[in-house]
């Protein structure tokens, strides 16, 4: 079992900036991908950004120029630093890590981000 413990959310105004990590329990071996996911009220839960083990990274449309993922493997934790926020990036950002030879797939308990004046 891993735990991912996230942190960093809050409330920001428009435009501004906010930067969240992810820890995870223990290192994970093998080829895996750690990223961010959000839901907004009434919504789905959608992709951010996910980043491999190998540094391959991916990024939904809508952040694509503004929202940069990174992981420290030796810390086991994964970064979304968000800048140039807009109100529709209020959410619930989960953090999410998928080991991919055994399918395994973990969740953080979500952290909150607010964008609003």
């Known amino acids: 079992q891993v735990q991912l413990v996230e942190s960093g959310g809050g409330l920001v105004q428009p435009g501004g900036s906010l930067r969240l990590s992810c820890a995870a329990s223990?290192?994970?071996?093998?080829?895996?991908?750690m990223g961010w996911y959000r839901q907004a009220p009434g919504k789905q839960r959608e992709l951010v950004a996910t980043?491999?083990?190998?540094?391959?990274?991916n990024y939904a449309d809508s952040v694509k120029g503004r929202f940069t993922i990174s992981r420290d493997n030796a810390k086991n934790t994964v970064y979304l630093q968000m800048n140039s926020l807009k109100p529709e990036d209020t959410a619930i950002y989960y953090c999410?890590?998928?080991?991919?030879?055994?399918?395994?797939?973990?969740w953080g308990q979500g952290t909150q981000v607010t964008v609003s004046s």
């Open positions: 980043i491999t083990n190998g540094g391959s990274l």
């Open positions: 999410n890590l998928q080991q991919v030879v055994s399918g395994a797939t973990y």
């Open positions: 223990r290192r994970v071996y093998g080829p895996n991908v």
